[in-house]
């Protein structure tokens, strides 16, 4: 997970698209609004490092998020449930906050950003819950 | 909700750890329950009256702020 997401900031970043990964790539719905070539369900060359880069960041990230806990009881199972919730209701106020402030380009930005940021917000505050918890249950015998 | 798990837990001379084990469930849900932070599930409330012994009802209380 890291590694993807390290390549994958540092690609958006610079452009980064090397040559050997332009592939002919299946496509649905294409309506050429970046390259010249305008048509449905047909082949398209594509560079797909970032296509890979999603793909690699989205299935890690759901390992982390999702796999079961050492005892996964209904109390862990409801931490999980409104982390996700919480979790759905902060990316949605950055992209509201980022719709209102953020224009052209980096709004772009920030909406590719904002596809996996749901996860990772998951992430931090289920596992700062259980922290939470785990403290708390330390100090009783 | 009040409840008497922490009571009977002294009665019996367990420790969280004995009893979330026995009702297979974590330390800390057991935590959280004597605390009030948590209520369960019918399941698990049952579960823990029956390894106690007794009945839900005697182990598991409304309380004013359940009526709210």
Do not use: C, H
């Not at chain 1, 999702?66 to 919730?85: A, H, T």
């Not at chain 2, 409840?3 to 057991?30: F, G, H």
């Not at chain 2, 932070?37 to 598991?60: C, D, G, Q, R």
Request: glycine share 2%; net charge negative.
């Amino acid at each position: 997970m890291i590694p993807s997401l390290f390549i994958g900031f540092y690609s958006l970043y610079v452009n980064y698209e090397p040559e050997f990964l332009n592939i002919k790539v299946f496509t649905m719905w294409n309506d050429g609004l970046m390259e010249s070539n305008k048509a449905n369900f047909t082949l398209i060359e594509n560079n797909v490092l970032n296509e890979i880069l999603g793909i690699l960041i989205i299935v890690s990230s759901m390992f982390v998020a999702f796999s079961r806990q050492e005892i996964e009881d209904e109390f862990i199972e409801k931490i999980r449930l409104e982390s996700l919730v919480w979790a759905t209701y902060l990316n949605y106020v950055v992209l509201l906050l980022a719709m209102i402030f953020v224009y052209d380009l980096s709004f772009f930005t920030i909406m590719t950003i904002n596809m996996f940021t749901i996860l990772f917000f998951f992430i931090i505050r289920f596992n700062w819950e259980l922290f939470k918890l785990k403290k708390a249950s330390k100090n009783e015998e | 909700m009040k409840n008497s798990i922490k009571v009977e837990r002294a009665k019996n001379n367990w420790t969280q750890a004995k009893l979330a084990e026995q009702a297979k469930v974590s330390r800390q849900t057991i935590n959280a329950m004597e605390l009030g932070k948590y209520a369960p599930s019918i399941v698990l409330a049952l579960k823990l009256a029956e390894l106690f012994e007794t009945t839900v009802n005697e182990l598991f209380t409304l309380d004013e702020s359940d009526w709210v």
